[in-house]
């Protein structure tokens, strides 16, 4: 069975994350988890490597992070809100307008292969029937030995309905034992990782517990 087998309908996810620009950064002001999973990107990459941002959101703090210490970055992002604010943002960078699946052999973005992908808080923007289907993907996107840098919310839920800054949208998790196997059947060796308590600045996003999985293609 092929992602595209699989692949549902993300037109709400897009119109609500075009919804909320850059609003996102408001709620969400301080990412130390993502920033520190981004850090041990940095510091087991050669310099000058080449690395996608899978769900780049408005490039902050991740594409800059990554750009500013010299490396090629590419950003993807379901939203063209996102994608606007991303290249305002982070102008060294190059952004695409398309979704994980297009990203496939098959689909029509080809964009090559890297040496680092960054997925943090896009996966679970999916549903678990596409999931192992994503991983995989990020596993085929990486050069022999890449590094992945996960980040996920802990909790065991499958395309659930959540209000998120004035908007809906469907998110899954799982519990951090299922995430490592979970990773580790799409072809990664996990090397360690780390989890936060994070509580958004936005009243209508609860607390959560921020899972980040650093890892490298077998």
């Given at each position: 069975?092929?992602?595209?087998?699989?692949?549902?309908?993300?037109?709400?996810?897009?119109?609500?994350?075009?919804?909320?620009?850059?609003?996102?950064?408001?709620?969400?002001?301080?990412?130390?988890?993502?920033?520190?999973?981004?850090?041990?990107?940095?510091?087991?990459?050669?310099?000058?490597?080449?690395?996608?941002?899978?769900?780049?959101?408005?490039?902050?703090?991740?594409?800059?992070?990554?750009?500013?210490?010299?490396?090629?970055?590419?950003?993807?992002?379901?939203?063209?809100?996102?994608?606007?604010?991303?290249?305002?943002?982070?102008?060294?960078?190059?952004?695409h307008h398309a979704?994980?699946?297009?990203?496939a052999p098959a689909?029509?973005?080809?964009?090559?292969?890297?040496?680092?992908?960054?997925?943090?808080?896009?996966?679970?923007?999916?549903?678990?029937?596409?999931?192992?289907?994503?991983?995989?993907?990020?596993?085929?996107?990486?050069?022999?030995?890449?590094?992945?840098?996960?980040?996920?919310?802990?909790?065991?839920?499958?395309?659930?309905?959540?209000?998120?800054?004035?908007?809906?949208?469907?998110?899954?998790?799982?519990?951090?034992?299922?995430?490592?196997?979970?990773?580790?059947?799409?072809?990664?060796?996990?090397?360690?990782?780390?989890?936060?308590?994070?509580?958004?600045a936005s009243s209508?996003?609860?607390?959560?517990?921020?899972?980040?999985?650093?890892?490298?293609?077998?």
């Amino acid at each position: 069975m092929s992602y595209a087998d699989v692949r549902r309908d993300r037109t709400g996810q897009a119109e609500a994350f075009d919804a909320i620009g850059d609003r996102y950064d408001e709620a969400f002001p301080h990412k130390e988890g993502q920033i520190a999973a981004g850090e041990w990107l940095l510091k087991n990459l050669p310099a000058g490597s080449r690395l996608l941002d899978l769900g780049c959101g408005t490039g902050l703090p991740t594409a800059l992070q990554l750009a500013e210490a010299g490396h090629e970055v590419v950003g993807v992002d379901l939203s063209r809100k996102m994608i606007e604010l991303s290249g305002r943002n982070v102008p060294d960078a190059t952004f695409h307008h398309a979704d994980l699946a297009d990203l496939a052999p098959a689909g029509p973005l080809d964009i090559g292969r890297f040496d680092a992908v960054a997925a943090f808080f896009s996966i679970l923007m999916l549903p678990r029937a596409e999931i192992p289907h994503a991983l995989r993907l990020c596993h085929d996107l990486l050069n022999p030995g890449g590094l992945f840098a996960l980040g996920m919310v802990e909790a065991d839920l499958d395309d659930f309905s959540i209000p998120f800054i004035g908007n809906t949208i469907r998110v899954t998790g799982y519990l951090r034992e299922d995430l490592h196997k979970l990773v580790e059947e799409a072809g990664f060796e996990v090397l360690g990782g780390s989890s936060y308590t994070y509580a958004p600045a936005s009243s209508d996003v609860p607390p959560e517990e921020e899972l980040f999985l650093h890892c490298r293609r077998k």
